[in-house]
């Protein structure tokens, strides 16, 4: 089993795809990418500024902690959020590593939603209903032709 490309599509990579498939599933992985890049990146500027564990203890994490879930996963989990949306979604932009990233990014948002939820935040939660089943989506069916994976493997050639 690769861990770059789809996990279960036959054509991860769109060859054959019209072009227009390609650039809509480009776009759709860019955005999603860009929007989880962008909740890191803010996140980690507050590591920068106030220290290692700012997230973690501030009162975006700590308010919509599960008070069910114990200490030594909610910890880690809080230190490591703001990389892992970084990391994560500039290597989903760049169609990279495509289905670890695609696998991480949708349980990052699973965690949220759970999170949230908890907290007494009701749905409709609209990007959390978007974000998730497209990440899932990323992971199953591949990156499309347009992503560095497909390029790196050759596979968006026709």
């Known amino acids: 089993m690769r861990i770059t490309g789809a996990a279960t599509s036959k054509n991860p ?30 996140k980690v500027l507050q590591e920068w500024e106030g220290g290692p564990g700012t997230f973690y203890r501030g009162d975006q994490f700590q308010n919509n902690n599960p008070e069910w879930l114990p200490a030594f996963i909610s910890a880690p989990y809080g230190h490591a959020l703001p990389w892992a949306e970084l990391v994560f979604g500039g290597l989903l932009m760049l169609g990279v590593a495509n289905r670890m990233s ?57």
């Open 13 to 42: 990579y769109g060859a054959g795809s019209p072009v227009t498939v390609e650039l809509s599933k480009l776009f759709a992985r860019v955005a999603l990418g860009w929007f989880l890049l962008h909740q890191g990146w803010g």
């Open 102 to 158: 695609a696998g991480i990014s949708t349980v990052i948002f699973l965690s949220i939603l759970v999170a949230w939820l908890d907290a007494g935040n009701l749905l409709p939660r609209h990007m959390l209903m978007i974000y998730t089943p497209l990440a899932a989506y990323y992971f199953f069916a591949g990156p499309g032709r347009y992503s560095l994976d497909a390029i790196l493997s050759g596979g968006g050639r026709r």
